[in-house]
């Protein structure tokens, strides 16, 4: 009889760092993470999450919680936060419960989104005649 004493290992053909554009939509789909359990039967199921600490608790992204699928979930703006730090879990269902974890970074690449602005509303130069 198998026990749950494995936690789940992230395939080693995972990604952790991105790029992205501040104008990708929401529900961009950015990766699939994929883990391996050594344990049999419902002991190998495996549930994905995201912890987020300090500046990003509340980062724009989301992880299904079976399909282990990281997308966006709200707009980016670079002006606002360059860059993101992430964790992944990975947790097997069973007691006693076994996980493994990863960093993720995030970088958001700046568009041209924003207007030009003019300091002034009046500008004025003498020239003279002859140049």
């Keep these: 009889r198998d026990v749950n004493d494995n936690a789940p290992v992230?395939?080693?053909?995972?990604e952790f760092m991105f790029r992205?554009?501040?104008?990708?939509?929401i529900n961009t789909l950015m990766t699939t993470f994929s883990t391996t359990d050594a344990d049999l039967d419902k002991h190998a199921a495996v549930q994905y999450s995201l912890t987020m600490s300090g500046?990003?608790?509340?980062?724009?992204?989301?992880?299904?919680k079976f399909t282990?699928?990281?997308?966006?979930?709200?707009s980016l703006d670079r002006e606002t936060t360059p860059f993101y730090t992430i964790t992944?879990?990975?947790?097997?269902?069973?007691?006693?419960?076994?996980e493994s974890s990863h960093a993720v970074i995030i970088?958001?690449?700046?568009?041209?989104?924003?207007?030009?602005?003019?300091?002034?509303s009046s500008y004025s130069a003498v020239i003279d005649e002859d140049t």
């Design 55 to 64: 500046s990003n608790v509340g980062a724009p992204f989301v992880v299904g």
């Design 20 to 25: 992205l554009d501040e104008n990708v939509p």
């Design 107 to 120: 970088f958001v690449d700046d568009v041209n989104d924003n207007d030009p602005e003019i300091e002034r």
């Design 88 to 98: 992944v879990v990975a947790s097997n269902t069973e007691d006693p419960t076994q």
């Design 68 to 74: 282990g699928e990281l997308r966006t979930s709200a």
């Design 10 to 14: 992230f395939d080693t053909t995972n």
